[in-house]
């Protein structure tokens, strides 16, 4: 392979329509920490009970069912907008304008006084930012072709990233440096709150400069029913005639493929803090080379899975991100150590951003792009029901058992993956050049 393959490769982030997935990755990360950990920071120094901050976890149901109103996404015009944006656009700033209300919203209410309005509007924002979500993921997927999804993918995460570190130390920031002596201050809380809702005009001010994919003319609806055919039902029975007895195969495997990330990810904070690393030692170190690694994986996995093919990348992170759960287990027996802690944090962030950016290719390489909102909701919710699920026992598995067998049992969990993986990249249809799309000028 010569370096000018290689730079010819690099170079397709430098394009527009990646440096257009880096601000809607931003956009579109926001308002993720700002309905969950940031949210907890706030009512728990506001004194709301720790049983209530749970239950309003809950909110983020939302992005575990977004797939049930794709479809309208994928079909139903807004008036005025959709004629003057196009369909892709006109969702997108409908659902970040609708997010900067509801920021607003959390800002001028106080916990203190009423826990109501918040929540609220906290899942006004949620229920936004799932269906900016799905409008942009259908943005994404008719914006190139599936050669250059690897690399739209790895600049979403990029934005996406660094979005969450602005909602995530930067909220904490802004609040700490408005805050007026120690204590409580609502003050405080509204002001970063409203500068993040000020932070959505990176997205919006992106749509509005952007070009609407080429539009795809489907046949007008005689009727209500047909409509309803069309609009719900054959987005999934199109996946269904083109995959057939492989929908299952491929369902399968992406509803485990995170399966070892998503399940030792819950015990990663309480492993650290029985380790004996404090907080400022964990924060230094997952946000400084944990974020490093991160997007240093997710470009390296788009320019491999351009050069090498989605399904040898989707193996090779498959493998890593299960091998990573096994540095864990060595971490455990080896004690506290912050420079193994930083290469541990470090070999799993890198294989997270490797197995992210494939994941993402395959599932946009998966779609048809007349219903891709609608399809790559479904794909994108599933891949995360099984492993909250198993998740949710693996307090009571390192009870019995403790962190060293559960990180090698995590890492055990992976092994199916790679026959899922082998099964599904012997039918693998590779580009879909002949439905994708270019964008209009």
Request: proline residues 4%.
């Amino acid at each position: 392979m010569t370096s000018s393959n290689w730079r010819t490769a690099w170079r397709v982030y430098l394009e527009p329509a990646s440096l257009r997935m880096l601000a809607l990755g931003f956009s579109a990360g926001l308002p993720l920490l700002l309905v969950f950990g940031t949210l907890s920071f706030w009512l728990r120094e506001a004194g709301v009970d720790r049983s209530t901050i749970g239950y309003l976890s809950w909110v983020g149901l939302a992005y575990g069912f977004k797939w049930a109103w794709a479809p309208l996404v994928d079909r139903l015009p807004i008036p005025l907008l959709t004629r003057t944006l196009g369909r892709r656009r006109s969702w997108l700033l409908l659902a970040q304008a609708t997010i900067v209300l509801s920021l607003c919203g959390m800002a001028f209410t106080d916990p203190q006084a009423a826990l109501t309005p918040i929540v609220w509007f906290a899942l006004a924002t949620a229920f936004a930012s799932a269906t900016q979500d799905i409008a942009l993921d259908a943005y994404r997927i008719e914006s190139a072709d599936t050669d250059r999804q690897a690399a739209l993918a790895a600049t979403y995460q990029t934005g996406y990233r660094l979005a969450m570190i602005w909602s995530g130390a930067g909220a904490l920031w802004l609040a700490a440096r408005a805050s007026e002596g120690s204590g409580y201050q609502q003050g405080a809380w509204q002001m970063a709150y409203l500068a993040m809702a000020a932070s959505m005009a990176v997205g919006i001010v992106t749509v509005l400069l952007s070009p609407e994919p080429v539009r795809r003319e489907l046949p007008p609806a005689k009727d209500l029913g047909e409509w309803l055919q069309g609009t719900l039902v054959e987005p999934f029975a199109d996946f269904l005639r083109r995959y057939r007895w492989q929908a299952v195969l491929i369902l399968a495997l992406i509803a485990v493929y995170r399966i070892s990330d998503v399940v030792m990810g819950i015990m990663a904070n309480p492993f650290y803090v029985d380790m004996g690393f404090t907080k400022d030692e964990v924060a230094a170190v997952t946000k400084i080379y944990g974020v490093i690694m991160t997007l240093l994986g997710a470009f390296v996995g788009g320019v491999l899975s351009m050069r090498f093919g989605v399904m040898r990348i989707l193996m090779l992170g498959a493998v890593l991100s299960a091998a990573s759960n096994l540095l864990f287990a060595w971490l455990a027996g080896h004690g506290h150590d912050v420079t193994a802690l930083i290469f541990v944090v470090s070999a799993d962030n890198l294989s997270a951003g490797i197995a992210s950016a494939a994941f993402v290719a395959y599932l946009s390489s998966l779609t048809n792009v007349s219903y891709s909102a609608t399809q790559y909701a479904l794909f994108s919710s599933l891949m995360l029901l099984l492993p909250k699920f198993i998740a949710g026992f693996s307090g009571a598995f390192v009870d019995a058992n403790g962190y060293a067998s559960f990180f090698t049992g995590t890492a055990m969990l992976g092994v199916p993956v790679l026959l899922l993986i082998w099964l599904a990249g012997r039918g693998h249809q590779g580009p879909r050049h002949q439905d994708s799309a270019p964008l209009s000028d």
